[in-house]
């Protein structure tokens, strides 16, 4: 079965710093896709970035980079230069091949400091 | 593109009461999905449209839980004889051929 863990509950950054956070995975399926997606207090999950499981090269989009380790089933997700809108919760999940459903992990809470 | 709408966007009902949300998903998109949020906890998948069919349900979805998106454009999900268990984020997401979600502002559902 699939299954993601963050196991950081929450996280403390000064603005202008860059930050990681840790997302771990597990699954039987060799073709999966890795999701990280941020939720302000509004509640809307907003989508930051992909990587596909065969993907060559790390996906990055803009101030979000993802560092993939695929022998070690990771997929962190690394912020640079944080910024005050930043802060929210950060969910990172996945996505077997051929599945519909995405599986999340339970969040890091992220709080930019000024 | 106005993106994924839900409404309400809170609800609050006494236990026992039946209640209906509504997802109004990306006009082109073509797949539906729904689900649950507790507080605290990440969001878990409670069940799936491609068009008008429903085609995956988790266990997660009770009898009480009913969903439906009669014409493949909106949906709704009714939850019957409200219970303070179903005290929740509910979020919607739309996505074209399961590539790009896309998720909704949520229902925010408080059972008194």
């Known amino acids: 079965a699939q299954k993601i863990t963050q196991t950081q509950p929450g996280m403390f950054v000064q603005e202008k710093e860059a930050v990681t956070l840790d997302c771990t995975y597990d699954t039987s399926d060799p073709s999966y896709g890795l999701f990280w997606y941020k939720q302000p207090s509004s509640g809307e999950m907003i989508f930051l970035i992909y990587?596909?499981?065969?993907?060559?090269q790390n996906a990055t989009e803009g101030r979000y980079s993802l560092n993939f380790q695929k022998a070690r089933k990771s997929a962190n997700l690394v912020i640079s230069a944080s910024q005050l809108g930043d802060s929210a919760m950060y969910f990172c999940?996945?996505?077997?091949?051929?599945?519909?459903?995405?599986?999340f992990g339970q969040g890091t809470r992220l709080t930019i400091n000024p | 593109d106005t993106g994924v709408s839900q409404n309400p966007r809170h609800k609050i009902t006494k236990r026992g009461q039946n209640v209906t949300f509504r997802c109004d998903p990306i006009?082109?998109?073509?797949?539906l999905y729904w689900y649950r949020q507790t507080l605290g906890q990440g969001p878990e998948f409670l069940t799936y449209f491609q068009n008008e069919a429903q085609l995956e349900k988790s266990r997660l979805l009770s009898d009480r839980f009913s969903a439906e998106r009669p014409k493949g454009s909106f949906s709704t999900l009714e939850i019957q004889r409200t219970e303070q268990g179903d005290s929740a984020m509910y979020l919607c997401a739309s996505s074209f051929g399961g590539i790009g979600y896309t998720f909704g502002s949520g229902t925010r559902l408080t059972v008194v």
């Open positions: 006009s082109e998109h073509n797949r």
């Open positions: 999940a996945m996505r077997d091949q051929g599945a519909q459903k995405l599986v």
């Open positions: 990587q596909g499981s065969y993907d060559q």
